[in-house]
């Protein structure tokens, strides 16, 4: 082609990338890969083929590993992790410097073997993937070197079990391996079963620099191999990348194992464009979004929501664009989208386009070769209930749909299950850090999107996850917190209740009502029982049996409550402060009760000092516990912000009853949540007697809400209420395993322990910790300085 008609045409020529030196390192496995075990590959076992899903030929074998595969990479993982933990900062930080550095100097060999293996263009996984591969390590050995100073006490968790997917195989490794190794701890890792070439190909990196045996393990194999890894008991905390459906299958397996879980699962993103952004770049934006990887990307912004005014022109730009993408070899460095990842994924992507064009949606397409590939695709005329909206499709499928205002875009925004990322368009500012406050997403970008560092954590709400992955929330995933249980308790399970007549209640005194407090307001029972609550010589009061509708009702005026959250963080010190006022006031009252139950003077009045003392630690938290702005990438600033989780189910230790309700309480309503306290079952009235409490000292009406009855059936129908966000249970050990397997449902955060593992009267009953499990991580990334 003559450089005459080039300018003529503007095509690009062929330029394919040179993968000889990946076949030259591919041939030298022909007879194909073992795991990575204790420092060294292991024979090869039972073989199953890796195919490069764009020319359908078969690239490498690998071995399908067993439980004993497992057993012997855990194995070793415990035995290496002791010493590991024991090497300081600075040598751990010495080795991850060594792989970031090793990883730079094979970075071709991977990205080539990235491209082969997954179907990405090379230009992605060479510019994009590779360079965040060798990032991570080198910021995790910075965390390494200055963990100690930076979150003084914490300890490794032990033996991780990572499992990833296959849309970014090394990337995802090296997001996991990183901080886990950093922390102290060792890994066994399973790639997937698609995509295993470049974990393998570091195993070998990790051999070349010295990592010590044990530390790094790999195991490849399909979901019985994950399987193993998750059931193994071995396993002290469980990391998972790939689908929300995947994931609600983990939560319900390693419920009650107390394997420490983060879970990065699926998105469903919006891509907002408002009428006063700049078109042309927004329209850029889309091809980032969700061409990107062919669309293969849990963030991906597959919903396109455009303010009606200029939706018209910003489809006819976006149209025009989708005829410029190339799609085909993913080798040739002109490629835009290369090939789906694996046949059965592309009769995914099919069929539900295919179920979206009978409901109704009109599709434009580009152009896409023979073979595991599929064109650029454009839904409009689509509804917010059609699957092509709600599904995520892990295909290059983006819908379209017009909106008239701020408030239509948030509500279109926000109607998903998922919450992991969303991108939003305006050249007015304000109105984007609005927005960005109001979606329900980990990541927010404005202006921009699809930009990741290792600086800044990654991960989403609802049914995306619950956990970060990368920053200071990232690190602090890896680790043990000091304030944390000793785990030494065994938990208490209350005794049977009584409902009927008590031989006799102390008299003498205007007889006082225990009720359930809802909405604000006492409320009686739906069962219409009560049950006896026995002090240390008789029975000192009754108190109201909740059930499954006092449940609904509660949870239901805790979501009317939503302005709590929107409240100041000094609005909220002041009605802390004011509680701890009230109840300091009405101390002996306190007290008595508590005495009433068995405790000492001594004992009682040291309960409610505490108490009040918390309420004033917690106060003066509700205005100070701070995000961050991390330093990422030059032309951004990103925002970490701490945000209440929303609705959150409390369940308060059978002992202490008083402190063990006011420490779950004040730390949750502090953070800008609204909550449904059980509080103890043996001894209730500690709770219903803040009531007055409440009401005096300016708690708007919904935002804590008290039901009283049996433990465990009233946390049982918190944990799998989809309107319960996260759910704090101390208990027993199979309350524990209840709950998180319950909460299975809409993967609702958890944190349960037995109740009896923590001094909630010392520093252990109250702290930072308490203050992080009340808040999720909303990283904003905000152009600056550009």
């Not at 060594?98 to 997954?118: F, K, P, T």
């Not at 699957?387 to 408030?407: D, W």
């Not at 809400?705 to 989809?722: M, Q, Y």
Request: hydrophobic share 40%; with cysteine; glycine share 10%.
């Amino acid at each position: 082609m003559s450089i005459q008609n080039i300018l003529e045409t503007m095509e690009y020529g062929v330029a394919p990338e040179d993968d000889s030196q990946a076949r030259k390192w591919l041939a030298k496995h022909e007879g194909g890969f073992g795991h990575f075990i204790d420092g060294a590959m292991t024979k090869p076992g039972d073989l199953f083929e890796v195919r490069d899903p764009a020319s359908d030929t078969v690239l490498a074998r690998v071995t399908q590993g067993t439980a004993s595969d497992v057993d012997a990479a855990v194995s070793a993982a415990r035995n290496a992790q002791s010493g590991w933990a024991k090497l300081s900062g600075h040598q751990r930080a010495k080795h991850l410097y060594a792989l970031a550095r090793h990883i730079q100097q094979h970075s071709r060999l991977l990205a080539v073997l990235e491209s082969l293996d997954s179907g990405k263009p090379i230009r992605e996984s060479r510019d994009i993937d590779i360079p965040l591969v060798a990032r991570h390590f080198y910021h995790h050995a910075g965390w390494a070197e200055i963990l100690e100073d930076e979150l003084p006490g914490h300890t490794a968790q032990g033996v991780c079990g990572q499992i990833i997917p296959w849309n970014f195989p090394l990337l995802m490794l090296s997001w996991k391996v990183a901080p886990a190794l950093a922390a102290g701890n060792t890994v066994v890792l399973k790639p997937a079963e698609y995509t295993p070439l470049t974990a393998l190909a570091f195993a070998e990196i990790a051999q070349e620099c010295g990592i010590p045996k044990g530390v790094i393990n790999i195991v490849t194999g399909d979901g019985e191999t994950g399987a193993a890894i998750v059931g193994h008991e071995g396993i002290d905390k469980l990391a998972f990348t790939g689908s929300t459906d995947v994931g609600r299958i983990l939560r319900e397996r390693t419920a009650g194992s107390g394997k420490a879980l983060t879970l990065e699962l699926g998105g469903k993103s919006p891509f907002v464009v408002f009428e006063d952004a700049d078109l042309d770049a927004a329209v850029e934006g889309v091809v980032d979004a969700i061409w990107f990887n062919q669309g293969q990307v849990c963030c991906a912004g597959s919903r396109i929501l455009v303010a009606e005014a200029v939706a018209e022109r910003f489809e006819t730009l976006l149209r025009a664009r989708m005829k410029t993408l190339r799609t085909g070899d993913p080798m040739d460095k002109s490629t835009d989208i290369g090939a789906i990842v694996h046949p059965s994924q592309l009769a995914r992507i099919r069929e539900l386009v295919e179920k979206g064009a009978s409901e109704g949606a009109t599709l434009t397409q580009g152009s896409a070769p023979q073979g595991c590939y599929f064109p650029p695709t454009l839904v409009t005329d689509v509804e917010p209930a059609s699957v092509l909206a709600t599904e995520e499709i892990f295909g290059p499928v983006v819908t379209l749909t017009t909106f008239r205002t701020p408030s239509d875009a948030v509500a279109l925004a926000n109607n998903t299950r998922y919450g992991l990322a969303a991108s939003i368009w305006s050249e007015n500012v304000n109105l984007c850090l609005d927005i960005a406050g109001q979606v329900k997403a980990g990541i927010v970008w404005i202006n921009s999107t699809n930009i990741f560092d290792a600086g800044a954590g990654f991960g989403g709400y609802r049914e995306s996850g619950f956990g970060r992955e990368g920053g200071r929330e990232g690190m602090r995933a890896y680790l043990r917190n000091p304030a944390a249980a000793t785990g030494k308790g065994k938990g208490t399970t209350p005794a049977e209740l009584e409902t009927g007549p008590a031989d006799t209640i102390k008299g003498g005194e205007i007889d006082r009502t225990a009720k359930l407090y809802v909405g604000g307001k006492q409320a009686r029972p739906d069962s219409g029982y009560s049950y006896q609550v026995k002090g240390g010589k008789a029975v000192v009061g009754l108190a109201g049996l909740g059930n499954r509708k006092d449940i609904r009702n509660a949870v239901e005026a805790a979501h009317k409550a939503k302005g709590w959250g929107k409240a100041t963080g000094h609005n909220r010190a002041q009605v802390l402060y004011y509680i701890g006022e009230n109840l300091s006031a009405r101390g002996a009252e306190f007290a008595a009760r508590l005495e009433s139950f068995g405790a000492s003077r001594k004992a009682a009045e040291a309960e409610v000092e505490t108490a009040v003392a918390r309420c004033f630690w917690y106060a003066a938290q509700a205005d100070k516990f701070d995000g961050a702005v991390h330093a990422t990438k030059s032309e951004f600033v990103t925002l970490a912000m701490n945000e209440p989780i929303g609705v959150m189910g409390l369940v308060a230790p059978t002992a202490q009853p008083l402190l063990g309700a006011i420490s779950l309480v004040l730390p949750a309503i502090a953070m800008g949540n609204r909550v449904v306290l059980v509080p103890s079952q043996a001894h209730p009235l500690a709770a219903t007697d803040l009531y007055q409490v409440l009401d005096t000292s300016d708690v708007p009406g919904g935002v804590v809400n008290i039901v009283t009855g049996p433990r465990d059936e009233l946390a049982k129908t918190l944990a799998a209420h989809d309107g319960i966000d996260a759910m704090w249970y101390f208990g027993n050990a199979e309350g524990c395993r209840m709950v998180e397997a319950q909460s299975a449902g809409n993967l609702k955060q958890t944190w349960v322990e037995a109740d009896d593992a923590r001094d909630w009267g010392a520093r252990a009953g109250q702290g930072r910790l308490f203050l992080d499990r009340a808040t999720q991580v909303k990283n904003i990334w905000v152009p600056y300085g550009a």
